[in-house]
């Protein structure tokens, strides 16, 4: 089975990901990141390839960062260790010191006992799937081993937060003044940068979920429980609230009311200003294949065109580089502004958000009156064989039906999962009962002509 999965390696700490595989991986990543003319160049002026390990606050990150440092050292690298940092900062600060990769230990939106640890390349950038694969079949190779003078040396990063705060602040195109927004920092990586960032640009801020213990990380808080933060907001009589993840990367918002406002309700928002300030390359927006049809409704009336790829931030991050887009995101939070990051910034998100609500004097809920959100009803059909989802002609009979009865009032997506015997049922319509009524039907298509 492959080590890398879709966002990096994951899993249990100190059962699948112990201190032994990621000081392995380490030394892999400098093996193979440390080829190149770049590398080369440093060598010959006498100065060793570098890397940025960050991590986000759970308790296994501070043994598996250890392991990291130690690996990358061992392997000639010098590393600056950052500390408990967003992902997105991470990925900023290796472009920023000019660094040939970066680490960072974190398992994202997941519970305290699991970790991960994810690799970037030169510039931040993810890494594609071919290089992933070496560095893997590296960890079966040989490791380089320098000795005396040549071992890498580990230094506190002392000044990373500051220099991403300044980088977070430089991209605004309007102050946050006399804005109140609660943050929701998930008792994760944020928890101390973002709301020292929204003070800073000028917002009045009440903190939620910014006690981290190294155990309580995404527990009830976050962007994958966004009821403390509607709470919250209606509390305080703040304008809105935010919501990170563990790492970061993700930002979902709630309006003065505490209704929620989605990834895809964001990108309208942000697409509309961005056009309006000749910053959307293109007119494009770039969605995956789940981001609601008001999305897709409303860019059309805004003569913004939506790229769509496969589901997953990865897939959003390749179809911008290809085409020179400077924005797109998933329905899920993770909102890439190219201008400005790497990868999905939930900071970055967040900050130019609010910044739309004071460039604007609008509320949260009148900027995302700009989309009307259909009603999304998703089925996983479990014990069916998904590999026939696209060929089956009964399946494939029930779609077009569907899809013919809703017209451009709806839509229908058939999709199977890449890792478990099920297929997902995602069908959209004008309304929660119809919505309902047609994924239960294909859902019954799906069980009756797929069943293992």
Do not use: W
């Amino acid at each position: 089975m492959a080590l890398f999965g879709t966002d990096g390696v994951r899993g249990l700490a100190n059962g699948h990901l112990t201190a032994d595989l990621a000081l392995s991986l380490a030394q892999a990543a400098a093996v193979v990141l440390c080829e190149g003319r770049t590398a080369e160049a440093r060598r010959a002026a006498g100065r060793r390839p570098s890397a940025v390990v960050a991590r986000d606050p759970r308790v296994s990150g501070e043994f598996l960062s250890a392991a990291v440092c130690a690996g990358l050292a061992s392997s000639g690298v010098d590393v600056f260790e950052a500390g408990v940092l967003p992902t997105p900062a991470a990925a900023f600060l290796i472009a920023d010191r000019d660094a040939d990769f970066g680490v960072m230990v974190s398992a994202s939106h997941n519970p305290a006992p699991d970790n991960g640890i994810k690799i970037f390349a030169r510039g931040g950038v993810k890494l594609p799937d071919i290089v992933e694969e070496r560095i893997e079949a590296a960890m079966s190779g040989p490791k380089l081993q320098p000795t005396g003078a040549g071992v890498g040396r580990i230094r506190r990063f002392s000044d990373a937060e500051d220099r991403y705060v300044i980088h977070l602040l430089g991209s605004l195109p309007h102050r946050l003044d006399g804005i109140h927004v609660v943050l929701d920092c998930a008792h994760g990586a944020a928890a101390g940068v973002s709301p020292e960032t929204f003070r800073d640009a000028g917002a009045e801020v009440t903190v939620i979920g910014a006690d981290p213990d190294g155990l309580n990380i995404n527990d009830g808080v976050g962007s994958t429980h966004l009821d403390q933060l509607s709470a919250a907001v209606l509390a305080h009589g703040a304008d809105l609230g935010i919501a990170h993840d563990g790492d970061a990367d993700r930002c979902l918002a709630v309006d003065a009311r505490g209704h929620v406002v989605d990834g895809d309700q964001i990108m309208a928002i942000l697409a509309v200003a961005m056009k309006e300030r000749g910053r959307l390359e293109k007119n494009t927006l770039v969605t995956t294949v789940m981001s609601n049809l008001g999305l897709h409704i409303a860019m059309r009336a805004q003569g913004i065109d939506v790229l769509q790829t496969a589901v997953g931030d990865r897939y959003v991050l390749e179809a911008m580089n290809e085409g020179g887009y400077t924005l797109g995101g998933e329905q899920s939070g993770h909102v890439i502004m190219s201008d400005y990051a790497t990868t999905g910034d939930g900071l970055l998100t967040g900050l130019h958000l609010v910044a739309e609500m004071a460039r604007q004097q609008k509320s949260l809920a009148e900027l995302a009156s700009v989309m009307t959100v259909f009603p999304q009803v998703l089925l996983n059909v479990k014990g069916v064989d998904r590999s026939r989802v696209g060929t089956d002609a009964a399946v494939q009979a029930a779609v077009a039906s569907v899809a013919a009865e809703l017209g451009g009032s709806g839509r229908v997506l058939l999709r199977p999962s890449g890792t478990e015997p099920l297929v997902r049922v995602m069908v959209e319509a004008a309304d929660e009962a119809t919505a309902q009524r047609y994924a239960g039907h294909l859902a019954d298509a799906v069980r009756a002509n797929l069943a293992l």
